[in-house]
Each structure stands twice: as C-alpha cells, then as structure tokens.
T-cell receptor
Framework: NAGVTQTPKFQVLKTGQSMTLQCAQD?????MYWYRQDPGMGLRLIYY???????DKGEVPNGYNVSRLNKREFSLRLESAAPSQTSVYFC????????????FGSGTRLTVV | AQSVTQPDIHITVSEGASLELRCNYS??????LFWYVQSPGQGLQLLLK??????LVQGIKGFEAEFKRSQSSFNLRKPSVHWSDAAEYFC??????????????FGTGTKLQVIP
C-alpha cells in the first residue's frame, strides 16, 4: 500500500548510544518531516525537508540531525541519546503545498534508559 | 505566531450519541485548518481540511467541521458516534509566512472514549 514507512517500530537505547530512524515514502511527495509526540504536548516539529536536497530546523532540533537521502527517504539521527529524547517519533510527507495535509507513518516508539 | 487550543483533554460519549470536539486558534488572518485522528499505536490520519470557501467541510468517516471566523473556531462534529471512533483527535493550523514554507501547529489532542 502507498504511504510512509518508518523503521524500526520500537527501540530501546542506553544513554549516549546513537541510532538512525528511517523513513521512506512512495507517493512522490516533495516535502518530508520529522515530529516527536509527547503526552500532553501534541506534535512538535524536529526537522523538515521542503524538497530534495534541502533540510531545515523545526521547533525542537537540538540533539538531532537529518539526511534527505533522495526524494523518497528522510532519516533522523540521534548522535548521543538522552532520556529526554524518549518519545514517539513520526515521519510525515506532503505535496510541496502543505495545504493538502500530511501523510504520516505509523511511528517509532523510542525509549532511552 | 499562530496557536491552537483544544480545551478538552478527554471526552466520553455513548455510542450513537452526537459528538462535538472543540478547537480554537489564534492567528491574524484565516489559516488553513485541519483535523487528524490517531488510533492507538498508529500515525495520524487526515480527517478533513479547510482553507477557503464553504465554512462547513465534510471529511471521511462521517465527520464534518465548521469554520467560524468570528469565534476563531473549527469544531469537529459527528451526528452519531460508533465504537470505532474511539481515538485521539488533533486540530492543526497551517499558516504561510513570507518565504513560502507553511508552518503547521498541532493542538495537544482530545482523547475520545466511546461507551456502549
């Protein structure tokens, strides 16, 4: 089925470890996003890529890096995980004109101990 | 900067009853408005959107929302709730500042419980 695929679905890290969250979309969307979801705080934008070859910081970028590998793939890297990064991470994509709305992946639940 | 408020953290309704979820926004002009639904363990799914025209918009799964400029509101409604509607609902506001990139802000969500 067409959509946004995120891997892994679950991950437990120790403080200081690194990892990369993968995201791929097959809808030929130009824009891709990484959000984190925490209880009572809604979704907060970490980084986005308005088009292939560009990336920009969102609301909460500290501690994260991203790579727009090609039009389909947008990865999120935690270089040195901290307990404050325990969260559910969502990747989303959209047409260049965001007014059409986002298509979300099913999320990665990350726990940092 | 825009903001979104969903005043109800949790709502419980009986199956078959009507539903209204509240959403208020703050922005100087008319923004783009969205409602998303999130089932447990899933990502968010777009229910409906508004950006111009008729202020009553229809979405998927029998939902509708009405934009009221005078009240800065975009409330979500459904005439008869089904048990499968139990989920968390997010209102979102999109604005396009100069520079062209649309900034989307999500509310904190309303969790809907449906009782038999």
């Amino acid at each position: 089925n067409a959509g946004v695929t995120q891997t892994p679905k679950f991950q437990v890290l120790k403080t200081g470890q690194s990892m990369t969250l993968q995201c791929a979309q097959d809808m030929n969307h130009n824009s891709m996003y990484w959000y984190r979801q925490d209880p009572g705080m809604g979704l907060r934008l970490i980084y986005y890529s308005a088009s292939e070859g560009t990336t920009d910081k969102g609301e909460v970028p500290n501690g994260y890096n991203v790579s727009r590998l090609n039009k389909r793939e947008f990865s999120l890297r935690l270089e040195s995980a901290a307990p404050s990064q325990t969260s559910v991470y969502f990747c989303a994509s959209s047409e260049a004109r965001e007014i059409f709305g986002y298509t979300f992946g099913s999320g990665t639940r990350l726990t940092v101990v | 900067a825009q903001s979104v408020t969903q005043p109800d953290i949790h709502i419980t309704v009986s199956e078959g009853a009507s539903l209204e979820l509240r959403c208020n926004y703050s922005y100087g002009a008319t923004p783009y408005l969205f409602w998303y639904v999130q089932s447990p363990g899933q990502g968010l799914q777009l229910l409906l959107k508004y950006f111009s025209g008729d202020t009553l918009v229809q979405g998927i799964k029998g939902f509708e929302a009405e934009f009221k400029r005078s009240q800065s509101s975009f409330n979500l409604r459904k005439p008869s709730v089904h048990w499968s509607d139990a989920a968390e609902y997010f209102c979102a506001v999109g604005v396009t500042p100069s520079g062209g990139y649309q900034k989307v802000t999500f509310g904190t969500g309303t969790k809907l419980q449906v009782i038999p």
